[in-house]
């Protein structure tokens, strides 16, 4: 079943053409990745489909419902979580106040309730221990090394249950302990029913984890298929190495 | 935590529950400092009943009182307003049109008035802050001084309303205060401004200390880190930018209305006063920025400064110029507030003595599963309370 789909989508900046006609489909229970050149549209995308950017045409559909431009705060809250290429974690507030910024409650009253709740409590330390930062929780975020910022960012994504992760570049600047360390997470997580879908230069790392690979290209899809499929594929070698 | 600590060494234990007292003594000396506090605050009046002194100690807690209902917006959220002189000056105005229109005698009951005023200068927040929070950091900043030139424009030329130039008065206040107490009249004058004064003061603290433990309170926070972050893990920026400056001008706002009585009188340039934008944000920032007790010790410092100086200096507008100079001294060497810096210097200091590291700054990510043995003490509480 497909899960998240993004149908014929367009984009320009002025007069450049991020996006052309892009159309991807990511099926549940998947880990999917997107790779492509520097430029061809990947991040766009992400921002498109979580509501940071707005599309000029096309169609975005998660879980049957359209969500062509809805905002970030609706795309979070109907469960598709992100990562950012450059690591937004909130710097004056510690590793715990991070985690709970993230978690979800319904109604007015329930604001007006203390932060730290026991539940979310508990849950939070679970998920800082999933990641192996629980040691740093009083720390304010600012003074955590880049690969703790991207497990901070991970965890506190991961308090919200969402259905699909958008991870932009997890391995992206770290080193490679803590890419082990990252991708045996997200493929726990895959095992308990979490889709996720990954850009990423790391070729090594997208191949080893992703179950289906997408090849963007200017702004378009060029090819599909298993990572050995699009290992082969010529029109990949051709964007990667070619003009 | 008793089921954890079978496992472990009894130094270990020994650390776990000297770790607990002294957070329990901790909290204790801060409920016992803030009770102290409190009684000063109270009997102050009692024992320097001196109207000079007492006039000053109005003009602290008012301005006290501003100031951390001006931290409730731009210190939580970071959006910087230079405009809350607009709140303080509609709040003006609604206490003196109030009394007028509904022949509100001189004595108690223009207090009542009080937060009528307040709940009217917020009425007013709505479309300022709902246009300023379209934009961020100068640009709001700019705007928020604009909405204070159109304000104060307005209480100078609709003078149908406002009477114009000429201002406005209010009745006066009782000159029965003191029969009951069988004291001078003079010395109790101040007394019923001193208190409504300290109420409001109470209730915005208490307000943005119930903020700051909040799930509000943190979204707000993570807006001043990171606002396009935190609408994107489903924080509501725009409503909950808009309700903390609503508020904080209901505060302003309040405060306006017991400064106008306070008063007596009241004129567009003293109503809408530049110099009370400047004031409440330089006490935020020279206090602390976000902190709780930040802003009222910047009100409590220069308050009382800047009526002594005009007191030696009669009204050459000195003051105005050591103002400029100390906001820029502030900005530049306490960027973070005397609070912040205070208990900045008290970890360093701590730390130092103990020798024990206060950050752990390099950690192999494994499972989690080092010696993290505080790390199981479950739901810990932290109480946020930034004192």
Known sequence: MNLLEARNISKSFGGIRALDACSITVKQGTITGLIGPNGSGKTTLFNI????ERLDQGDIRFDGQSITNATPDKVFRLGIGRTFQLTRIFPRLTVLENMHVAAQRKGTRALLSRWSS??????ALDLLDFVGITHLKDVPAANLSYGQKKLLEFAYILIAEPQVILLDEPAGGINPTMINHLSERIRMLNERGVTFLVVEHNLEFVMGLCDTVMVLHRGAKIAEGTPEEVRKNPAVLEAYLGD | MRKVSKGIAPSALDRIVAYLENRRAKSMVKIGGL??????ALGLPQVFSDPLTTDVAVLALLYA???????????????????????????????ALLAQDWNVPGGYEP????????LIAAAFAVPFGWIALRTRRHTFVVITIATFFIMQLMAYNLRNITNGSAGLSLPLPSYDWGKNFNLPLYSFFNLPFYYVALAILLLALGTAWWIRNSKYGLSLLAIRD??????GLGVKTGPFKLIAFVLSAFFVGMVGAVHAYFQGSIFPPFAFDALFDVSIALMGFMGGLGTLSGPILGAIILVPAQQYSTLWLSDSGFYLIAYGALFLAVILLLPE?????????????????????????????TNGNQEDILVAEGPGRRDGVNL
Do not use: C, M
């Open chain 1, 49 to 52: 489909i979580t509501g940071y």
């Open chain 1, 118 to 123: 026991s539940h979310e409590q508990r849950r």
């Open chain 2, 35 to 40: 009770l102290v506090l409190l009684i000063v």
């Open chain 2, 65 to 95: 009182a501003a100031a951390t209902g001006w931290n409730i917006f731009s210190g939580f959220t970071g959006y910087i307003a230079l405009g809350h002189a607009v709140y303080f000056g509609v709040g003006s105005y609604a206490i």
């Open chain 2, 111 to 118: 207090f009542l008035l009080v937060p009528l005023a307040g």
């Open chain 2, 226 to 231: 990171d606002e396009d972050r935190a609408l």
């Open chain 2, 337 to 365: 507030g005397i609070v912040p810096t205070l208990r900045k210097l008290w970890l360093k200091w701590r730390a130092s003595r103990s020798n024990i590291q206060e950050i752990p700054t390099a950690v192999t990510p």
